[in-house]
């Protein structure tokens, strides 16, 4: 029987699910992050202090997987797109499902991405410091740096081309192995199998532009008293000065990342809807 969870037991499912994946492997985002850092992957670090902005991490998480879960089940069960349309209900519902997520997520991934590469300095550190620069130098509108690549059509997103990929093959290896071994739900460790494989391929299909999101993010010009570049003038400006190749800067540990993270993330969420559908 096909499980179909509440929008509280959604929240809570996913609330765990994005804390766990996002301490187990933080470490390797930041050495993503700063192979993708203009100023170079020593310059920004190094494989020293690899937990640092885990703070904005921590505060950001729960809230935005459990944001994304809640609304991507909710559509999911009730858009009239089912059997051959199937593809395009949960490519529509994890879209949704993301800008929701993002509205969260932005700031603290702005605030962690200039914490790990220690864009301010060691003076700045912390995850608060560094929030309380950003606030100081830029106002509210500079923890949403980089939400338009992230969100917005015209520039390119991010995230939405990552999950509209991720999690329609999610659910379409959810349906194969199920329909093989016969059976409805999967156990939560055959949906991270599944998961894994999802994430790993979106993942290596999207770097380019995540390494464009990251640039974005630590771009620390007050777009106030300058104007930004617009992204596809910094594309092409990155790719004058630096080559194709660095669009693919970071793309291993972030598949790597990405793929075992997918089997923690969607793993966690099945295991902890299954329990608390059973209680």
Excluded at 16 to 40: N, Y
Excluded at 58 to 77: E, I
Excluded at 151 to 160: C, D, L
Excluded at 166 to 176: M, V
Aim: hydrophobic letters at 45%; aromatic letters at 10%.
């Amino acid at each position: 029987m096909e499980q179909n969870p509440t929008f509280i037991q959604s929240l809570i499912a996913g609330g765990a699910a994005g804390t766990a994946v996002d301490l187990l492997f933080f470490p390797i985002d930041t050495i993503k992050t700063r192979l993708q850092s203009a100023q170079g992957f020593s310059a920004a670090g190094g494989f020293r202090g690899i937990y640092k902005g885990v703070g904005s991490v921590v505060v950001g998480s729960a809230p935005g997987a459990a944001a994304f879960f809640s609304v991507y089940d909710t559509m999911k069960k009730n858009l009239p797109l089912t059997g051959e349309l199937a593809p395009v209900n949960h490519m529509i519902s994890a879209s949704v499902g993301e800008v929701a997520a993002c509205l969260i997520r932005v700031p603290t991934e702005v605030i962690k991405t200039r914490t790990q590469t220690s864009s301010y300095g060691a003076a700045h550190a912390s995850s608060l410091a560094a929030a309380k620069m950003v606030l100081r130098n830029e106002g509210i509108s500079g923890f949403y740096r980089g939400f338009g690549i992230t969100v917005m059509r015209e520039e390119s997103p991010n995230y939405i081309p990552f999950t509209s990929l991720q999690f329609p093959l999610y659910e379409f290896l959810k349906l194969k192995l199920s329909q093989k071994l016969n059976r409805k739900p999967l156990y939560a460790h055959e949906a991270a199998v599944c998961g894994s494989i999802a994430g790993g391929v979106a993942a290596a299909l999207t770097t380019p532009l995540d390494v464009l999101k990251t640039r974005v993010m630590l771009d620390m010009r007050n777009s106030k008293a300058e104007k930004l570049p617009s992204l596809w003038a910094r594309f092409g400006t990155i790719y004058a000065q630096e080559g194709v190749h660095v669009f693919f800067a970071g793309a291993v540990p972030r598949t790597l990342w990405i793929s075992a993270g997918g089997a923690v993330f969607l793993g966690v969420y099945e295991w902890t809807v299954h329990g608390l559908m059973a209680y």
